[in-house]
Every structure is written in structure tokens, then in C-alpha cells.
């Protein structure tokens, strides 16, 4: 069954960055929107960005300034780079992709720690 893989993902003293990938694990085709989303223990799944096939972008208030989503349609593969990144950002990130055709996609999420 095809599904996202992440990577990136690790330990990092605040005030450092990442950079996340994330990568159909084979063919699915054509993706509208697609996103990374985190859980922190304890917490719900939060919304931490989006990008349309178009370009467009979006972020939770947390992490603008400081993260910036991007994608390359030709790899159907997307990225966050996460910079000045703080204990609050420590969570299992994962991402998600809504195709044209064959549905919704996620990945099995990636751990960031962020601690000194």
C-alpha cells in the first residue's frame, strides 16, 4: 500500500533548525493540497502549514516567521524547514496529500525534539 514517508526529523538545541521531506512511498498521481501536521504528547494533532498545487501557503500563528512549507509537484514532494525552533515545536510531525484521484495520503510522522 503506497503511503508518505518523512525525514528530517531529530534532536536540536533551540534556536536550531530542520529541515523535513516528505515523499510518496510510490505512484499516486496528481496532489491538490498537501500539509505536515504535529501532535505533541498529550495534545491534539494540530495544523501547522499547507501548500496548494498552485503555490499558496498557509500556517498556524505559532510557527510563521520561523517554518516555511514548499513543494516540488515534478517529485511530488514536499518540505518544512523549520528554523529558530523552540521547546514548544517538539512533536511528531507528519504529512498529509489530497490527491485528485485516489484520495488521502499520510505518513507515519517523523519525531522533533527540540531541548538542550
Known amino acids: 500500500q503506497v503511503k508518505l514517508v518523512e525525514s528530517g526529523g531529530g534532536l536540536v538545541q533551540p534556536g536550531g533548525s530542520l529541515r523535513l521531506s516528505c515523499v510518496p512511498s510510490g505512484r499516486i498521481g496528481s496532489i491538490n493540497d498537501m500539509g505536515w501536521y504535529r501532535q505533541a504528547p498529550g495534545k491534539q494533532r494540530e495544523l501547522v502549514a499547507t501548500i496548494g498545487s498552485g503555490g499558496i501557503t498557509n500556517y498556524v500563528d505559532s510557527v510563521k516567521g520561523r517554518f516555511a512549507i514548499s513543494r516540488d509537484n515534478a517529485k511530488n514532494t514536499m518540505y518544512l524547514q523549520m528554523s529558530s525552533l523552540k521547546p514548544e515545536d517538539t512533536a511528531v510531525y507528519s504529512c498529509?496529500?489530497?490527491?485528485?484521484?485516489?484520495?488521502?495520503?499520510w505518513g507515519q510522522g517523523t519525531q522533533v525534539t527540540v531541548s538542550s
Open positions: 498529509n496529500a489530497e490527491t485528485i484521484y485516489w484520495g488521502t495520503f
